[in-house]
């Protein structure tokens, strides 16, 4: 009867439905693969701050067992009324490879915009990760807007024919941006990531026993990245990659233009010198990379700079192997700040360019073929903020130009010391004793028998080949520093802790103490304001109102010891301290009754009998 074949129908559409519904729901709730979030707000920060989370870039990393995370860019869960707040998106040079941490181009751009905007809390929040293209960046938008951004600063395009889905890439589905952008939508459902995993497991099984050419797992990030070894200028894949940063970066900007975000996109730089081309091959449109380059070569050495730069570029732009972006990329970058009114060109190129040799971009600001040094990434933090500042958003703002310092004092806060120079180091020499710059494998190879140079570099060599932390090679090289009576190389490797992680009372506290045993108080003091402010202990409140008595400031100086006894009623330094704030206040009573309390804790404690005597004196 009809009314039984409408029931059929729709009992054979909602018992699947209902299947995937409960399956989605099972999956979500064992957790399965985690949570891939673009940003979390842990637990062990109170919830009150967000910071990008670890394993959201396994989105896009299926045959990739090592996965590239983001920086530890810190901002507030709910949005400071004067917050301004900028989201910084690219790939491995915009997460300030192989420097990571300080060494990022946005916290330069930060710190001058910290300095003159000071009615305003900023966040330049840096969401940037190796091995990634626009693809990513696109997954990343509705993500970042949900976070009210005031602006967005995007350097991108190096990666986006090796990226993570791109048309070269061992990680790619295919040359199709739109189907690809539907794929990274879909793929936020459990259900879906548990069929991808079925498939790849199934197409990996097959390609072992076909003897399939895929990646070798064990190389570099670079080679395991690489599908296209060989593409042309002017190729279908080299165009096919045109296409896809184009569509990809218009798909980006026309959801930031409806939300009325402002975007600072930069043109690209890279090592045109002094990187030879990887792989070279004549076609019929063009001669091989590596004659041009010679030819670049002899016009340098002619001193005929301005050919030389056209020529280099011209044999960066015939390398088939796609690690740095055409001059054609640059030119889309352009178009595209031409065609969308609140996109703004950056001149990340030019800027590099006008400081280099001669004009011409080589190991002077390069390390390699692409990652900046250094001065490198200072110069892209003054390109940002120089874009930045011309703009009417800025002046909108009220800044306060009075209150900033000379880029000389910006270079030097990137507090970047020996040790964070030798980690860049071993990085880089891992990355150059590798494919492709290297292509016969040498198993006597950089780290073998690496002999160390400091204990900066020893400790720096165990960051990079044997998985010590970042931040635990820094405390560790202070103490030891500290032990060996160089109080000050201490103190510079804790204040790039505090640099990285203003949220993290204990690099303060440990300045602090090196200050203090120096009897510098001036020099304690801002230390221990910053350690207070994050998390009031015992100890900070005891010497900040130690330094507040000490410099006259009784009523705060009180307050503060009577804090610090909050945290330990029978801290005998504290209730000495308080005692005789008191007494320079003159309240005798009080100063006598937190003496009274010393001498139960501690009759014997240094001074105490001289000051009852001095007490009972003025009492009488």
Same mark, same amino acid.
């Given at each position: 009867?009809?009314?039984?074949?409408?029931?059929?129908?729709?009992?054979?559409?909602?018992?699947?439905?209902?299947?995937?519904?409960?399956?989605?729901?099972?999956l979500?709730?064992?957790?399965?693969?985690?949570?891939?979030?673009?940003?979390?707000?842990?637990?062990?920060?109170?919830?009150?701050?967000?910071?990008?989370?670890?394993n959201?870039?396994?989105?896009?990393?299926?045959?990739?067992?090592?996965?590239?995370?983001?920086?530890?860019?810190?901002?507030?869960?709910?949005?400071?009324?004067?917050?301004?707040?900028?989201?910084?998106?690219?790939?491995?040079?915009?997460? =300030?490879?192989?420097?990571?941490?300080n060494?990022t181009?946005?916290?330069v751009?930060?710190?001058?915009?910290?300095?003159?905007?000071?009615?305003?809390?900023?966040?330049?929040?840096?969401?940037?990760?190796?091995?990634?293209?626009?693809?990513?960046?696109?997954?990343?938008?509705?993500?970042?807007?949900?976070?009210?951004?005031?602006?967005?600063?995007?350097y991108?395009?190096?990666?986006?024919?090796?990226?993570?889905?791109?048309?070269?890439?061992?990680?790619?589905?295919?040359?199709?941006?739109?189907?690809?952008?539907?794929?990274?939508?879909? %793929?936020?459902?459990?259900?879906?990531?548990?069929?991808?995993?079925?498939?790849?497991? !199934?197409?990996?099984?097959?390609?072992?026993?076909?003897?399939?050419?895929?990646?070798?797992?064990?190389?570099?990030?670079? %080679?395991?990245?690489?599908?296209?070894?060989?593409?042309?200028?002017?190729? $279908?894949?080299?165009?096919? +990659?045109?296409? %896809?940063?184009n569509?990809?970066?218009?798909?980006?900007?026309?959801?930031?233009?409806?939300?009325?975000?402002?975007?600072?996109?930069?043109?690209?730089?890279?090592?045109?010198?002094?990187?030879?081309?990887?792989?070279?091959?004549? !076609?019929?449109?063009?001669?091989?990379?590596?004659?041009?380059?010679?030819?670049?070569?002899?016009?340098?050495?002619?001193?005929?700079?301005?050919?030389?730069?056209?020529?280099?570029?011209?044999?960066?732009?015939?390398?088939?192997?796609?690690?740095?972006?055409?001059?054609?990329?640059?030119?889309?970058?352009?178009?595209?700040?031409?065609?969308?009114?609140?996109?703004? /060109?950056?001149?990340?190129?030019?800027?590099?360019?006008?400081?280099?040799?001669?004009?011409?971009?080589?190991?002077?600001?390069?390390?390699?073929?692409?990652?900046?040094n250094?001065?490198?990434?200072?110069?892209? +933090?003054?390109?940002?903020?120089?874009?930045?500042?011309?703009?009417?958003?800025?002046?909108?703002?009220?800044p306060?130009?009075?209150?900033?310092?000379?880029?000389d004092?910006?270079?030097?806060?990137?507090?970047?010391?020996?040790?964070?120079?030798?980690?860049?180091?071993?990085?880089i020499?891992?990355?150059?004793?590798?494919?492709?710059?290297?292509?016969?494998?040498?198993?006597?190879?950089?780290?073998?028998?690496?002999?160390?140079?400091?204990?900066?570099?020893?400790?720096?060599?165990?960051?990079?080949?044997?998985?010590?932390n970042?931040?635990?090679?820094?405390?560790?090289?202070?103490?030891?520093?500290?032990?060996?009576?160089?109080?000050?190389?201490?103190?510079?490797?804790?204040? =790039?802790?505090?640099?990285?992680?203003p949220?993290?009372?204990?690099?303060?506290?440990?300045?602090?103490?090196?200050?203090?045993?120096?009897?510098?108080?001036?020099?304690?003091?801002?230390y221990?304001?910053?350690? /207070?402010?994050?998390?009031?202990?015992?100890? !900070?409140?005891?010497?900040?109102?130690?330094?507040?008595?000490?410099?006259?400031?009784?009523?705060?100086?009180?307050?503060?010891?009577?804090?610090?006894?909050t945290?330990?009623?029978? $801290?005998?330094?504290?209730?000495?301290?308080l005692?005789?704030?008191?007494?320079?206040n003159?309240?005798?009573?009080?100063?006598?009754?937190?003496?009274?309390?010393?001498?139960?804790?501690?009759?014997?404690?240094?001074?105490?009998?001289?000051?009852?005597?001095?007490?009972?004196?003025?009492?009488?």
């Open positions: 009867s009809p009314e039984k074949k409408r029931l059929f129908l729709i009992l054979a559409i909602a018992i699947p439905a209902l299947f995937f519904f409960l399956l989605e729901m099972s979500r709730i064992g957790d399965y693969k985690g949570n891939q979030d673009l940003f979390i707000f842990p637990e062990q920060l109170d919830g009150k701050y967000g910071i990008s989370n670890r959201f870039n396994s989105r896009y990393f299926f045959y990739t067992q090592t996965i590239p995370s983001a920086s530890n860019d810190i901002f507030f869960a709910e949005k400071p009324e004067n917050g301004f707040r900028v989201f910084v998106m690219g790939g491995s040079t915009t997460a =300030g490879y192989p420097y990571g941490f060494g181009f946005s916290r751009t930060r710190d001058v915009l910290q300095d003159v905007l000071p009615d305003k809390h900023v966040e330049l929040v840096n969401v940037a990760t190796s091995a990634i293209n626009t693809y990513t960046l696109y997954d990343q938008v509705r993500e970042i807007i949900a976070q009210k951004p005031d602006a967005i600063f995007i991108a395009g190096h990666n986006e024919y090796f990226g993570a889905l791109g048309v070269g890439s061992s990680e790619s589905f295919g040359a199709f941006p739109a189907f690809v952008r539907a794929y990274l939508r879909l %793929q936020r459902l459990k259900t879906f990531m548990l069929v991808r995993e079925g498939i790849l497991k !199934t197409s990996t099984v097959i390609a072992r026993l076909g003897n399939s050419d895929r990646a070798d797992p064990s190389g570099t990030l670079m %080679q395991r990245m690489v599908r296209e070894q060989s593409i042309p200028l002017d190729s $279908d894949v080299y165009e096919l +990659g045109k296409i %896809q940063f569509s990809n970066m218009r798909a980006i900007l026309r959801q930031f233009e409806r939300e009325g975000i402002p975007v600072f996109l930069g043109s690209l730089a890279s090592n045109l010198k002094d990187q030879r081309p990887f792989f070279s091959e004549e !076609t019929e449109k063009h001669p091989p990379a590596d004659r041009v380059f010679s030819e670049g070569q002899s016009q340098y050495s002619s001193n005929n700079f301005s050919e030389a730069f056209e020529t280099f570029q011209y044999a960066r732009d015939l390398d088939v192997l796609r690690f740095r972006a055409s001059t054609e990329m640059n030119t889309l970058i352009k178009n595209l700040t031409e065609e969308f009114p609140n996109t703004y /060109y950056v001149p990340v190129k030019e800027h590099l360019t006008e400081r280099a040799e001669n004009g011409i971009i080589g190991f002077d600001l390069m390390l390699e073929h692409l990652h900046p250094a001065a490198g990434y200072f110069l892209m +933090g003054q390109a940002f903020y120089d874009a930045f500042a011309s703009n009417d958003m800025f002046q909108n703002l009220n306060d130009l009075s209150r900033k310092r000379t880029w004092d910006y270079k030097a806060g990137m507090q970047l010391t020996e040790f964070d120079h030798r980690v860049a180091w071993h990085r020499e891992l990355l150059v004793t590798g494919w492709p710059f290297v292509l016969e494998p040498d198993p006597m190879r950089y780290p073998r028998n690496y002999q160390y140079q400091s204990k900066a570099d020893s400790l720096a060599f165990n960051v990079v080949n044997r998985g010590l970042w931040d635990r090679g820094k405390v560790q090289l202070a103490e030891y520093y500290r032990e060996n009576n160089q109080p000050f190389k201490a103190l510079a490797e804790y204040r =790039g802790l505090m640099r990285e992680q949220f993290n009372d204990s690099p303060f506290v440990f300045a602090a103490r090196i200050a203090l045993d120096l009897n510098d108080f001036e020099m304690a003091r801002p221990l304001e910053q350690a /207070y402010a994050i998390s009031p202990s015992g100890f !900070t409140c005891r010497m900040l109102g130690a330094i507040e008595v000490d410099a006259g400031n009784l009523a705060r100086g009180i307050a503060l010891l009577e804090e610090a006894l945290f330990d009623a029978n $801290d005998a330094q504290a209730l000495f301290n005692s005789g704030a008191y007494g320079l003159r309240e005798f009573e009080e100063a006598m009754r937190v003496l009274r309390q010393l001498e139960r804790v501690n009759p014997n404690f240094p001074g105490a009998r001289e000051w009852r005597a001095q007490l009972e004196n003025i009492l009488n």
